[in-house]
């Protein structure tokens, strides 16, 4: 069933400025279920084009993305919220101020071709991150077949090539039918551009897409990818009010530190700064009440190199 959602919707990250955070730290080990692996690569996998290019629908010059909102709060269908990354192709550095294009169907499956519904432009902070708020895009036709779920995507990262490109979402049963979707080797291949969708405490669905495109930014650390060094294991609840609790792990005794990231990529906490033994632990974050609701990214550093982040949400 088709769901509206109402006027009072909070839209996410209101422009306000940000006040001193507190924050607390427990050196207990934390309970979780998720068990350390440190020797298992997450590959640096290259985002590839998708074989069907920009495709028909596209319109130039859409504006920039307000409050991170792609989707009206009144506009029909599953919320949508997507973030992630943008890396060179070695994953060891982050690219800041990549423009990234978007577009897609409403939940009817249908574009918008004569103004910019559900047509925008969000742009990486200076960590690399971007995230955006939209619906889930409907299916619609393409001769026979209904074409999968899917998001138009036009990256451009600071002096270097647009790459345009596609974004599906696992477990779409007409993903395998389509001649795009269903690449799984070569120049097209859409393998890494299928992302698994959750379902958060509002319930909106959220999705991770980490964007590795040719291009300079800010080191990161080359190994950091491969987790060898520690881990985020969960941050709850999420959404949060007045605290989250963070777990993580640390793989190797290490000066080791947490910052939290706002949309914008200015640091509003530090959480810890500290050598650490292998082990896991817990930290509990309490922001002031002044800090604006919405997006915040959350980043492990392992000897000032970033090995991993997670993204929360405050709301009222």
Known sequence: MKKKKKDSRRQFLRNSSLAALSFGILPALAKTTAEAKPNSPILCNKSTED??????????????????????????GTRLILSGQVLNLACSEVIPNTEIDIWHANDDGAYDNTGYNLRGKATSNSQGFY????????????????????????????????????LYFAGDPHIASDA?????????????????????????????????????????????????KGMIYSASPNPFNNKVTINYGIFQQAKVSLFVYNIEGKIVAQLNKQQLNPQKYEVIWEPDNNLPNGHYFIALKINDLQVHYLKVIRKE
């Open 180 to 228: 795009a979707a269903s690449i799984t080797s070569g120049t097209f291949n859409a393998t890494n551009r299928i992302i698994t969708l959750t379902t958060n405490a509002n319930g909106d669905l959220e999705g991770t897409w980490d964007i590795v495109i040719n291009g300079e930014g800010t080191p990161v650390g080359a190994n950091n990818i491969h987790l060898n």
């Open 51 to 76: 074989a069907y290019g920009q495709g028909p629908f596209y319109t130039a010059n859409a504006p920039a993305i307000q409050n991170d909102m792609l989707a009206d709060s009144n506009e029909v």
């Open 131 to 166: 995230v955006f708020e939209t619906i889930k895009p409907g299916l619609y036709l393409n001769g026979a077949n209904y074409r999968p779920s899917h998001i138009h995507f036009k990256i451009t990262p600071p002096n270097f090539p647009t790459l345009i490109t596609q």
